[in-house]
């Protein structure tokens, strides 16, 4: 048996990035031919897709974990890494997308809508590509960035034009049944109904959608009963319709006490999505006026309503009485509710610059580390998750960087003392100053070698020294013959 589910936790993780390589490339006279280590591959995001034809989120209750594909390592020769693959996963129409604490990031509505779930990770520069004047045999590579992890809350709140609202056995379920293709459980014991349905209504030449809803009592706002899980499948509907029963039998209860509580559960009900439910058209349909005394109480009833300024329908779902009129009332409510709809705006993009000054992080005070500093910054920090820190070239590299940035000056004018705790992302060390940025690779030649010329080959004359020294001379005076051949 198929479940409903309308809410799930999913934990998404993003692709890593691949590492960058560090590679020299070599050939026959040529051994120290300059540096050819390739970049490594993108991390693949995961992306959540609107498809028509998904309906439920079933399909992440079983399976709530999902991780994209990792980028490749670089490799000599100037190839990079493969990206990794993105990871699609489909989602119904009017899914919303939060965070553990219930903060609203993305409303994905209309198909074909996507919002990236986490973003993979950065795949590492090559030897090849971190060379340069100052540094031009790199003997290092940058590390590939992690690929973002998070945990995500999924809800679904049903895209619907009309929502079915009454106390339970009120006849919600049959009146969706009759009224359009759907099927939903139909019994005669309350809370038959524990999912919402939802069917497609054709009146004239309209088309709407109807759900309905699970059935409400008083205090469903507040968690009783199966309100609370689904009132949220109502904030997006145009019109909602009180069904009112006229057959019931409970002591305390009539069909205008009926209508004032579940108004009060409406009005006590927080839409997550800010919609404003006191706003919406009202329509009440009394039902099963094919009972004995139910039509004489729907007279009594219909002008107490009507002083409300709702439309007032009398229908039976058994013989049908009725019907036709409620679903032509519906359908043009539903029609005014599009028509004043503003049209969509076309899709503008705002570009912000950086201002002058701003340097792009923030250096503070460690509270945990007496005398330390905390420097916090997207790159500063994301240099550092870039570092190979068992390779001293690299090492400095990062430092040359950080310095270029103004992070060393910023330092020392806070009064860092060489040997104080400074931590940047998650690795902490002990500051040392250094010379200016590219002052010290140019004094070092850290990332140089000697035998290369300005050009990254080794010279003329050093190659035919070093092709005379690889030959020997024959037996009884024969020509000289070259071991290489």
Known sequence: MSRFVDRVTIHVAAGDGGNGCASVHREKFRPLGGPDGGNGGRGG????????????LLDFHYRPHAKAGSGKQGQGGNRDGANGEDLELRVPDGTVVMTPECAVLADLVGQGTR??????????????????????????????EPGEAHDLVLELRSMADVGLVGFPSAGKSSLIAVLSAARPKIADYPFTT?????????????????????????????????????????????????????????LGRDPVS???????ELAQYTPLLGADLAQRPRVVAL????????????????????????????????NRAGLRELAFALARLVAEHRAALPPPSPTRLVLRPRAVDETGFTVDPDPEL??????????????????????????????????????????AKLGARPGSPVTIGDVTFDWEPSTPAGVAT????????????????????????????????????????????
């Not at 993979?120 to 030897?127: A, D, S, T, Y």
Request: aromatic letters at 4%; a negative charge; one cysteine or more.
């Open 45 to 56: 995001n995961v992306v959540l897709v609107v498809d028509p034809g998904v309906h439920t």
């Open 115 to 144: 919002l990236v779930a986490a973003q993979g990770g950065r795949g590492g520069l090559g030897n090849a590509a971190l060379a340069s004047k100052a540094r031009r045999a790199p003997g290092f590579a940058l590390l590939g």
């Open 442 to 485: 140019l004094l070092t030649g850290r990332g140089t070698d000697a035998r290369l010329d300005q050009s990254g080959r080794v010279s003329a004359a050093e190659r035919k020294v070093a092709k005379q020294s690889r030959r020997t001379p024959g037996e009884n005076g024969e020509e000289p013959v070259d071991e290489e051949r």
């Open 258 to 264: 009926d209508i004032d509580a579940l108004e009060r």
């Open 194 to 250: 524990l999912v919402p349905n939802l069917g497609v209504v054709q009146a004239g030449e309209q088309t709407f959608t109807m759900a309905d809803v699970p059935g409400l009592i008083p205090g469903a706002s507040q968690g009783k009963g199966l309100g609370l899980d689904f009132l949220r499948h109502i904030e997006r509907c145009a019109v909602l319709v009180h069904v009112v029963d006229l057959a019931t039998e409970e």
């Open 287 to 318: 039902n099963k006026i094919d009972l004995p005394d139910a039509a004489d109480l729907a007279d009594l009833v219909r002008e107490q309503v009507a002083e409300r300024g709702w439309p007032v329908f009398e229908i039976s779902t058994v």
């Open 370 to 411: 007496p005398g330390g500093f905390v420097v916090r910054g997207e790159r500063p920090e994301r240099w550092v998750r870039q570092t190979n820190f068992a390779n001293d070239e690299a090492v400095g590299y990062l430092a040359d960087r950080l310095a270029r940035l103004g992070v060393e000056d910023t330092l």
